[in-house]
């Protein structure tokens, strides 16, 4: 236990540890001069600022290592330079974004779970039978419409043809909540503002769209995942065995299929992690959601070199951070798992 | 074609036929098939098909409803967009480009994942779990991430995008060779070819590879949906495909400029993306099945 717990710790620091010196050679890989890209300053800015105060200590005559040494004590002091364009401290507005952004994906991921899970047993159960080709037609079909088409057409129909939700953004502008934690339900609960019922239903209406073009890509990717594996787990001996002493249907189902079929699917679900932000990432662009995609895409289009570099620190460290923490509480719980599997959908 | 046969002598399909017998049995997989080789063909005789040229104006049938809509004509089947460009060549172009794009990065993901693959399950130690982290690494990062710091670094482009899609589809590649090398360099038929005397290079070439070919087929249809998604996903956005280029997620972009007016801008371009996704996907998992079966036999 403890020796897993030290070599993931000692895995995630290396791998932190690459991360830093990788957006700290962006500065350089990037156009523009390197001092620029790493605080976002203009030369002559800079310059201005030295003269004002002694105690700015910029030495571009610095060896390279020094260089490092300087920015990652300004990394973790929070201070991560300014963006070109808007002139604001990127850790505020990355700060402000990567919320939204979990936000959104955390509520696909939900939904996608509460359908595509029921849904992929009951595929499993009725194997090879009328119930299981439709959900596998339908699956095939969900997880292969791309998702800036689906947007797109969810909202020429639900919002241009219909008119009863939403374009795009978070919030009507009529409406003024005040950003705690950055996640914009949480917030409207927590404000003191009047009449919150008819500002959470604003919210909601804005989230529905969204959430459904990232949760249907989501949900049939577990629907096959989940299927897989209790096809897998409803075929082994030990179910045969449980069969064998007399237990219904139901009840080998409720004390061995269920539990065992789950542990095999977690890992799956990890490893689709990377393609559920990608696909938020893109449907932010579509609906204008205050989202870290829609700001690093914004970042490209206005060449905004140093929010990319703070701005890929962010979202890489959270990704790898995240990920390694599932595969870490997976191999303390599961002592089957010997090493990182990987499987199919 | 059943024939008289007059000796009672047993056939034994190769691997290979048997696979393709049991492909033959799923028929949506074979409607998939035909729809795949489709493409192809547009892919390959695309001049010949589009009845115009992909970026020829004409001023005079701006924004010309689909054949099927009172107002279209027949000489614009698929209707034309804002600039009165013919948008059935346009598509054709498109799909020409997206599928021979996304070929051609599965091609080179394969061909460099296999190698790193069979270093990483070949060897032992610190090589392989370096090869193994920094894949880990870089596949639980997001393609779009990948993409927009190389697109930072190189500029947008198509070509460039391509560098970032193919950076991305090579991890799979390498696990499933590292993985399937690994579970047979345990097995008697290698071990034989080893006592022959084979080198590490005969052995995976001459024993271990002619196994692989399946399950590699099978990996790369998958990859060439991702690809595909992933390289329209970036044209959509105007990171890859720049704006007169007809890619098929470059022409959605374009599309949603007139969107209010000409829906057809943007349903037929993702029409043919969609179709071109699921029988890419269809033929992938019939053949997944159709190798499943076969290895339960």
């Known amino acids: ?345 | 074609m059943a024939r008289f046969n007059l000796y009672q002598e047993e056939q034994h399909p190769s691997p290979l036929q048997y696979t393709w017998l049991e492909f033959q049995k799923n028929h949506i997989a074979m409607g998939g098939l035909v729809c795949l080789m489709l493409f192809i063909l547009i892919t390959i005789f695309c001049p010949l098909l589009a009845p115009f040229e992909p970026n020829l104006q004409k001023t005079g049938n701006i924004l010309v409803p689909p054949s099927w809509d009172p107002n279209g004509g027949i000489s614009h089947i698929f209707g034309t967009d804002g600039l009165g460009r013919d948008i059935l060549s346009r598509v054709l172009y498109g799909c020409r480009m997206t599928f021979g794009i996304s070929i051609l990065l599965v091609v080179f993901a394969l061909l460099i994942g296999v190698g790193l693959g069979a270093t990483a399950g070949m060897s032992k130690g610190f090589r392989s779990s370096f090869v193994n982290h920094t894949l880990d690494s870089i596949q639980a990062i997001p393609t779009i991430l990948i993409a927009i710091i190389i697109i930072a670094i190189l500029g947008t482009g198509l070509v460039n995008s391509m560098w970032a899609i193919a950076l991305a589809l090579i991890p799979q590649f390498v696990h499933q060779t590292r993985d399937f090398v690994r579970r047979e360099l345990s097995k008697e038929y290698v071990m034989a070819a080893r006592l022959d005397g084979a080198s590490k290079i005969q052995l995976f070439v001459r024993s271990i590879l002619p196994n692989m070919g399946e399950t590699l087929v099978m990996q790369a249809t998958l990859a060439l949906s991702i690809a595909i998604l992933d390289i329209s996903a970036l044209g959509f956005l105007n990171l890859g495909a720049q704006t007169p280029s007809s890619e098929l997620g470059a022409l959605l972009s374009q599309g949603i400029e007139v969107v209010y007016i000409a829906p057809w801008n943007i349903a037929l371009p993702g029409g043919a993306l969609f179709l071109m996704v699921v029988s890419v996907n269809i033929v992938g998992d019939g053949l997944r099945s159709a190798l499943r079966n076969r290895l339960l036999h």
């Not at chain 1, 604003?202 to 769209?209: C, G, S, W, Y």
């Open chain 1, 1 to 345: 236990m403890v020796n897993i717990l030290l070599r993931y710790t000692n895995l995630i620091i290396i791998t932190l540890f690459i991360l830093s010196l990788l957006s700290f050679s962006l500065a350089y890989l990037f156009p523009g001069n390197p001092i620029e890209v790493l605080t976002g300053l203009k030369l002559e800015e800079l310059q201005k600022l030295q003269n004002q105060s002694a105690n700015i200590a910029y030495k571009p005559e610095g060896s390279v290592l020094s260089q490092y040494g300087h920015y990652m004590s300004e990394l973790f002091s929070g201070n991560w330079g300014v963006s070109f364009n808007s002139g604001q401290p990127l850790y505020e507005e990355i700060m402000l974004s990567l919320p939204a952004s979990i936000e959104l994906s955390a509520y696909a991921l939900t939904l996608s779970l509460l359908v595509g899970l029921p849904l992929g047993f009951l595929a499993a159960l009725r194997h090879h039978r009328a119930t299981d080709y439709t959900l596998l037609s339908i699956s095939v079909v969900g997880y292969s419409i791309p998702v800036f088409w689906l947007a797109l057409i969810l909202i020429l129909v639900f919002s241009l043809q219909f008119g009863w939700l939403p374009l795009s953004g978070r919030l009507s502008l009529i409406f003024e909540v005040p950003s705690n934690t950055g996640f914009v339900l949480l917030d409207i609960l927590l404000a003191d503002i009047e009449d919150k019922p008819s500002v959470f239903l604003d919210a909601f209406r804005h989230l529905i769209l969204p959430t459904l073009s990232i949760a249907i890509v989501t949900t049939t990717l577990i629907l096959r995942i989940t299927r897989r594996s209790v096809i897998e787990t409803l075929n082994s001996e030990f179910i045969q065995a449980a069969y064998a002493r007399g237990l219904t249907t139901r009840q080998v189902l409720m004390r061995h299929g269920i539990r065992n079929a789950l542990v095999p699917i977690l890992p799956l679900l990890a490893m689709q992690f990377p393609t559920l932000l990608t696909n938020a990432m893109i449907v932010e662009t579509i609906f204008s959601w205050p989202g870290i995609g829609n700001w690093l895409i914004q970042a490209i289009y206005q060449q905004d070199y140093s929010a990319i570099r703070a701005g890929m620190l962010a979202v890489s460290v959270f990704v790898v951070i995240f990920t390694m923490s599932i595969d870490m509480f997976l191999r303390l719980t599961d002592p089957k798992r010997k090493k990182i599997e990987r499987g199919t959908i």
